[in-house]
């Protein structure tokens, strides 16, 4: 059984992730500003925030995973990509993070262009590129610490959830489409492809997204 803090964890992405988790049997801790009225029966709730990092870094002692779900934007805008990188740098060595970024920074095709940057709606690319940032940090990380990143498909989001088909793929850097170009994945599959790779790592310190 693993220890996974899930940071917003009762966002979309991040109590989808909860619910997959305690589902599996793992030991979860759901990490948000304010706690939740419905909550996952299993789970433990707490109130962190990213703005505030030495008392949200002593919440997650004893974690073996954390997975940041926190989206930059709103009065998050601007403030996920340096408290995160001040977050990762004082955990423990041994925890692995994982974090959920957006479409943007996957690519249109093998070696070609950023999503963001072909054809990005303009009010969504602060966000998109923020999300970038971070993975940036992760990679330039030189301690050694295992780190995950996950690019969604394009049509993730609350206003599009989906139901849970415990299936999806996985493609690579490339953002993932159906045979008609439309890209999708439910909320709930997104925390499936989560929690497979926390149990069964297949990336490393790599990057990877996900859709139908």
Known sequence: ????????????????IVAEAVR????????????????????????????DVPALASELTGADVVVSAVAPRGDMEGQVRGNLEAL?????????????????????????????DSGFPDEF???????????????????????FYIHPAGGFGAWNPGERTGSYRDGGD???????????????????AVLDEIENPKHSRERFTVGY
């Open 174 to 192: 490339v953002i993932v489409t159906d045979a008609d170009g439309e890209s999708f994945i439910s909320g709930a599959d997104l925390a499936v």
């Open 24 to 51: 599996r049997g793992h030991t979860v801790l759901s990490v948000a500003r304010t706690a939740p009225s419905e909550r996952v029966e299993g789970a433990t709730y707490v109130e962190g925030t990213l703005l």
């Open 88 to 116: 990762f740098s004082v955990l423990p060595d041994d925890v692995r993070v994982g974090v959920i970024g957006g479409a943007g920074g996957s690519l249109v095709a093998p070696g070609g262009p950023r999503v963001v």
């Open 125 to 147: 690319k602060a966000e998109a590129l923020e999300a970038i940032g971070v993975l940036e940090d992760l990679q330039a990380e030189q301690s050694g610490r295992d780190w």
């Open 1 to 16: 059984m693993t220890t996974i803090a899930v940071l917003g964890g009762t966002g979309y992405a991040g109590r989808h």
